[in-house]
């Protein structure tokens, strides 16, 4: 149709325009980019979980919502963390124990404890031998250590049988000396047997 404007004259005019206003296609978009726009700017953990599984984040960065940790490696260094701890204080324990063992105030201290250590190797003392021949014996089975055997088995032997009770100074010393030499030897020759194998496993002479 045709409409008549003063000083313009007869201009066509569509009276039933044939698609929606443009104004009405951009109110649906600017809804859309508001929002997208508020999404952005909200913590993922406010985010629906609809929004947050598209891993979309602000400007169009994937950001990661849920940031899986490496639990398998985690489990694994605790493990090996724990498995060290065991190992360390059973070394401690172990050389503790020798310590201890190593400490002793008199000749039958040191006597007592070297057979003791024998027959957990598996050379321990025999009911009929002397303690000079058990003496003997041990030196024989264990190469090398043959003085320290027979400074502890005379100490063991003038404190018993002797009028001397008590060991002097010097003669406590040679036997502290004998005995810390000796007691390690003693320990290590044990280890060697299959029941006392672990402890070989955590243990070595310092």
């Known amino acids: ?29 600017d809804d859309i980019n508001l929002s997208s726009s508020a999404s952005n700017e ?28 490496p639990w398998p490696y985690i489990y694994s260094l605790g493990f090996i963390c724990l498995l060290a701890l065991g190992v360390y204080v ?22 007592d404890r070297m057979c003791y250590l024998a027959d957990r190797g598996n050379a321990g003392r025999f009911e009929h031998e002397t303690p ?4 003997r014996r041990l030196a024989g089975n264990m190469p090398g250590l043959a003085e320290p055997i027979d400074d502890i088995t005379s100490a063991y032997v003038a404190a018993r049988y002797g009028r001397q009770e008590t060991l002097d ?25 299959s029941r006392w194998s672990v402890i070989r496993l955590f243990w070595s002479p310092r």
């Open 1 to 29: 149709m045709e409409v008549y404007f003063p000083t313009y004259g007869w201009i066509e005019f569509e009276a039933t325009p044939a698609a929606a206003t443009p104004a009405a296609n951009t109110a649906g978009t």
């Open 42 to 69: 909200l913590p993922y953990w406010m985010l629906d979980d609809q929004y947050a599984a598209s891993g979309a984040g602000i400007d169009g960065i994937p950001s990661a919502v849920s940031p899986k940790l």
């Open 90 to 111: 059973t070394r401690e324990s172990l050389n503790r124990w020798v310590s201890r063992l190593e400490q002793v105030r008199t000749a039958h201290d040191a006597y």
């Open 132 to 135: 000079a021949e058990f003496g």
């Open 169 to 193: 100074g010097s003669e406590m010393i040679v036997l502290q000396k004998a005995w810390v030499w000796l007691c390690p030897n003693l320990v290590k020759n044990m280890t060697r047997q």
